[in-house]
């Protein structure tokens, strides 16, 4: 424990104790008006691990929940899942980057598990690896190194590039690893969620979690009943009517599918989105326009919170779903969560392989073949379809959210395809709210060697 006084104001800094002993010491200012002090004996008196089971009878559990905070690492999962633990608006955490990363060496997910299934895999994967050399090499006569430029910092733009084009070409089912960064109620509400997500995948991971979280934190309430439906009468039918709820939820509402759910159709076939157009709506009234703060906000202020209550921007548009990926990270707003399919490959892939281009747009026809062959159920088709492929997206931000991501992704460290999405977002906002400080890179342009020097290093 650090403590600082400042005259009679006393300051404490306490990380030495575990998640459940940080949160219920937190507790205790709510039933005692002691200092933090005098709780903290009572920590060290009834033992680590065991001082919420002692002292937990009258209080509010998940108030309480909300104050001890830890870390899940997850490994050796598909990006699939990856994505369904990331598609919550209080994730924290980071996750394996396909922009510096081979993946050739990754186990794919295959729930088929088929001498078919398995071919197609191999067919993403060995055009993955096998064209690593001739991109870059095409990547270099398209941008030649200039005598300014550190060969270092060029080499690592060339190769970050690479990586860029080829993963289109990785299958959905290519496994990362990720981590997460929680507070304990939040842990237990998402993966309440997640134990009833539609891919088998997703609720064995999730069940797998909580019985970590539970072992270790037995008294934050992960038992393992709050993982399904029971079949006991009595005191335990509220809980099941609200789980069957809930599991028809998850059923009707985890993915946006405009082609199958009317909830999503009857939004997103009021405007008929062609693949490369972008629709922006919004509530915000055009009075904003007027708002001294937003006009004289300089680059790179964040815009005060309390103006997300003006309205919210809503954005509609197809976008590769590697780069969806990118563009998920955007947590303080909705995000909906695509259902990857086979409809549309993004070109910009093809037109960036040089030679390679032709070979690959049949390679792609070829695929999309076999895995219409191998199942004719949408969820699990996604393990084999590449990250290419484009899928509906529909985001919600209120204005300060918008600013921050427009202004961010507009930017040349950013994957080109979500790049030209957003350069788009920010024309059709100007057009509405000419008056509001934008600060967003519109250079057509999207190279850059400082893309090359984004990594972590070892300091010597």
């Known amino acids: 424990m650090r403590k600082m006084s400042i005259g009679s104001t006393n300051l404490f800094l306490i990380d030495e104790l575990g998640p459940e002993d940080v949160a219920m010491l937190q507790a205790l200012y709510s039933r005692s008006g002691?200092?933090?002090?005098?709780?903290?004996?009572?920590?060290?008196?009834?033992?680590?691990?065991?001082?919420?089971?002692?002292?937990?009878?009258?209080?509010?559990?998940?108030?309480?929940?909300?104050?001890?905070?830890?870390?899940?690492?997850?490994?050796?999962?598909?990006?699939?899942?990856?994505?369904?633990?990331?598609?919550?608006?209080?994730?924290?955490?980071?996750?394996?980057?396909?922009?510096?990363?081979?993946?050739?060496?990754?186990?794919?997910?295959d729930p088929i598990n088929s001498s078919a299934s398995a071919a197609v895999i191999a067919g993403w994967v060995e055009f993955y690896t096998r064209s690593q050399a001739a991109v870059a090499a095409h990547i270099r006569e398209k941008y030649p190194r200039r005598e300014a430029e550190d060969e270092k910092a060029y080499e690592g733009a060339v190769k970050a590039r690479t990586f860029d084009v080829l993963r289109g070409f990785l299958p959905a089912g290519i496994t990362t690893q990720l981590s997460w960064h929680t507070n304990l109620r939040q842990a237990g509400d998402h993966l309440s969620?997640?134990?009833?997500?539609?891919?088998?995948?997703?609720?064995?991971?999730?069940?797998?979690?909580?019985?970590?979280?539970?072992?270790?934190?037995p008294s934050s309430g992960f038992s393992s009943?709050?993982?399904?439906?029971?079949?006991?009468?009595?005191?335990?039918?509220?809980?099941?009517?609200?789980?069957?709820?809930?599991?028809?939820?998850?059923?009707?509402?985890?993915?946006?599918?405009?082609?199958?759910?009317?909830i999503d159709s009857d939004l997103w076939l009021s405007a008929p989105l062609k693949r490369g157009d972008v629709y922006m709506t919004s509530t915000l009234p055009f009075e904003v326009n007027g708002i001294s703060l937003l006009r004289n906000r300089p680059r790179g202020a964040v815009a005060p919170y309390s103006f997300a209550n003006l309205g919210q921007i809503h954005f509609d548009f197809w976008l590769d779903y590697g780069s969806f990926r990118?563009?998920?990270?955007?947590?303080?707003?909705?995000?909906?969560?695509?259902?990857?399919?086979?409809?549309?490959?993004?070109?910009?892939?093809?037109?960036?392989?040089?030679?390679?281009?032709?070979?690959?747009?049949?390679?792609?026809?070829?695929?999309?073949?076999?895995?219409?062959?191998?199942?004719?159920?949408?969820?699990?088709?996604?393990?084999?379809?590449?990250?290419?492929?484009?899928?509906?997206?529909?985001?919600?931000?209120?204005?300060?959210?918008?600013?921050?991501?427009?202004?961010?992704?507009?930017?040349?460290?950013?994957?080109?395809?979500?790049?030209?999405k957003v350069q788009k977002m920010v024309k059709l906002f100007r057009e509405r709210f000419p008056n509001i400080a934008l600060h967003a890179d519109e250079d057509p342009d999207d190279w850059t060697v400082r893309r090359g020097t984004q990594t972590i290093t070892e300091r010597k």
């Not at 099941?240 to 759910?261: G, M, Q």
């Open 326 to 420: 990118d563009i998920q990270r955007h947590r303080n707003g909705v995000i909906r969560m695509p259902l990857l399919g086979l409809d549309s490959f993004e070109e910009w892939y093809f037109t960036e392989l040089g030679p390679l281009g032709q070979e690959a747009r049949d390679l792609v026809q070829s695929q999309v073949e076999a895995v219409k062959k191998l199942t004719d159920d949408p969820l699990t088709r996604q393990y084999y379809t590449a990250l290419g492929f484009r899928v509906p997206c529909r985001v919600t931000w209120g204005l300060p959210a918008a600013l921050y991501v427009m202004e961010l992704r507009s930017t040349k460290y950013v994957h080109p395809t979500l790049r030209s």
């Open 225 to 262: 009943s709050a993982a399904g439906v029971s079949g006991v009468s009595g005191k335990h039918d509220e809980n099941n009517v609200r789980r069957l709820w809930e599991a028809v939820a998850a059923e009707e509402t985890t993915y946006l599918n405009p082609h199958a759910s009317l």
């Open 193 to 217: 969620v997640l134990t009833l997500h539609p891919l088998p995948e997703v609720r064995d991971v999730a069940r797998g979690l909580r019985s970590l979280l539970a072992e270790r934190y």
């Open 34 to 109: 002691e200092s933090v002090e005098t709780h903290l004996d009572k920590v060290e008196k009834s033992g680590s691990g065991k001082f919420m089971e002692k002292f937990y009878v009258g209080y509010n559990h998940k108030s309480i929940a909300d104050c001890g905070s830890t870390t899940l690492f997850i490994e050796d999962v598909s990006i699939l899942a990856d994505k369904a633990i990331q598609d919550w608006p209080l994730y924290s955490g980071q996750e394996t980057s396909t922009r510096y990363i081979d993946m050739s060496k990754r186990r794919v997910v």
